[in-house]
T-cell receptor, first 114, second 114 residues
Framework: EPEVTQTPSHQVTQMGQEVILRCVPI?????FYWYRQILGQKVEFLVS????????KSEIFDDQFSVERPDGSNFTLKIRSTKLEDSAMYFC????????????FGPGTRLTVL | AQSVTQPDIHITVSEGASLELRCNYS??????LFWYVQSPGQGLQLLLK??????LVQGIKGFEAEFKRSQSSFNLRKPSVHWSDAAEYFC????????????FGKGTHLIIQP
């Protein structure tokens, strides 16, 4: 069964450093999402991406964040200058398309900012 | 603004007993409702979803949920739990459109007693 994959599974970085989290969507899926889950808190929507541009973003997704599909397959989330409060589990999700559908989630990347 | 409340942070159930996990939502339009399960170290797996029609929906692993518009609830049930059901369960609401992210509850941690 096709699945969403994410790399790395765990990333440790120093405050102020840039990190790139990677996601490989399910083939032929058209919609891509990033969510985050701070330890002990709820899963929060960050951004959705369709047709090579951002569709929606939450207030969490500020100028420090960016997303792209650099090679038409990977879907990346970049944090330019990490802060301690960016420490969280980051989930990628993808959806095939259509008005009503299911988002398939990857296993997540645990980001630890020291 | 939409929101999801899962009032039970932890629930402990004996193996073989029935289960009900509560979910209440606040949403301005017709809600699209989901239950996801997360096992340790894993991503979010969709258990079931409600878009329209029959208010009792069946999902995977023997789970079902009932949509009650008058109570703004979407409670998850299982008649007989198995030890493998121990996990974190998340209720989520969305608009159904591709660009829209899901709004999650804080989750309920299910513990199964032998």
């Amino acid at each position: 069964e096709p699945e969403v994959t994410q790399t790395p599974s765990h990333q440790v970085t120093q405050m102020g450093q840039e990190v790139i989290l990677r996601c490989v969507p399910i083939s032929n899926h058209l919609y891509f999402y990033w969510y985050r889950q701070i330890l002990g808190q709820k899963v929060e929507f960050l951004v959705s991406f369709y047709n090579n541009e951002i569709s929606e973003k939450s207030e969490i997704f500020d100028d420090q964040f960016s997303v792209e599909r650099p090679d038409g397959s990977n879907f990346t989330l970049k944090i330019r200058s990490t802060k301690l409060e960016d420490s969280a589990m980051y989930f990628c999700a993808t959806m095939s398309g259509g008005a009503i559908n299911e988002q398939f989630f990857g296993p997540g990347t645990r980001l630890t900012v020291l | 603004a939409q929101s999801v409340t899962q009032p039970d942070i932890h629930i402990t159930v004996s193996e073989g007993a029935s289960l009900e996990l509560r979910c209440n939502y606040s949403y301005g339009a017709t809600p699209y409702l989901f239950w996801y399960v997360q096992s340790p170290g894993q991503g979010l797996q969709l258990l079931l979803k409600y878009f329209s029609g029959d208010t009792l929906v069946q999902g995977i692993k023997g789970f079902e949920a009932e949509f009650k518009r008058s109570q703004s609830s979407f409670n998850l049930r299982k008649p007989s739990v198995h030890w493998s059901d121990a996990a974190e369960y998340f209720c989520a609401v969305g608009a159904g459109g591709g660009a829209d992210g899901l709004t999650f509850g804080k989750g309920t941690h299910l513990i199964i007693q032998p």
